[in-house]
């Protein structure tokens, strides 16, 4: 029961607290990025699948955490840094809007991770 709560929170905030101004939702973010993922859920939380776990997220008492974070480069690791809680891991406050082009940035930058690029 605690994991589908987590997973509808993690659901909820990334439709709520976007910072874009239409309305879009953390989902539509990672499904434009990679279409062809399929969307499931691992370890409790969603997660989406495209030639293995590509991301996954889980919400929590005061954030939304978003794993794996891939490598990227410098300016993205900049972008990051505010979000940042441990080596692959990204912690979006719920007191602030979840920043969906970083969202996008992170997707993208995984599928060429797991593209070997």
């Known amino acids: 029961m605690k994991i589908m709560i987590r997973a509808?929170?993690?659901?909820?905030?990334?439709?709520?607290?976007?910072?874009?101004?239409?309305?879009?939702?953390?989902?539509?973010?990672?499904?434009s990025a990679a279409p062809e993922s399929e969307e499931t859920i691992k370890y409790g939380m969603p997660t989406y699948v495209l030639a293995g776990n590509l991301v996954y997220f889980a919400g929590y008492k005061k954030h939304v955490g978003v794993y794996p974070v891939p490598a990227g480069d410098e300016?993205?690791?900049?972008?990051?840094?505010?979000?940042?809680?441990?080596?692959?891991?990204?912690?979006?406050?719920?007191?602030?809007?979840?920043?969906?082009?970083?969202?996008?940035?992170?997707?993208?930058?995984?599928?060429?991770?797991?593209?070997?690029e």
């Not at 505010?82 to 912690?91: I, N, Q």
């Open 8 to 31: 509808a929170l993690a659901l909820g905030v990334f439709h709520v607290r976007s910072d874009r101004k239409n309305d879009c939702s953390g989902r539509e973010t990672i499904r």
């Open 75 to 116: 300016a993205f690791q900049e972008e990051l840094a505010p979000y940042r809680a441990e080596k692959s891991t990204v912690r979006f406050p719920h007191i602030r809007p979840v920043p969906l082009n970083l969202v996008e940035k992170l997707v993208r930058f995984r599928i060429k991770e797991q593209a070997g």
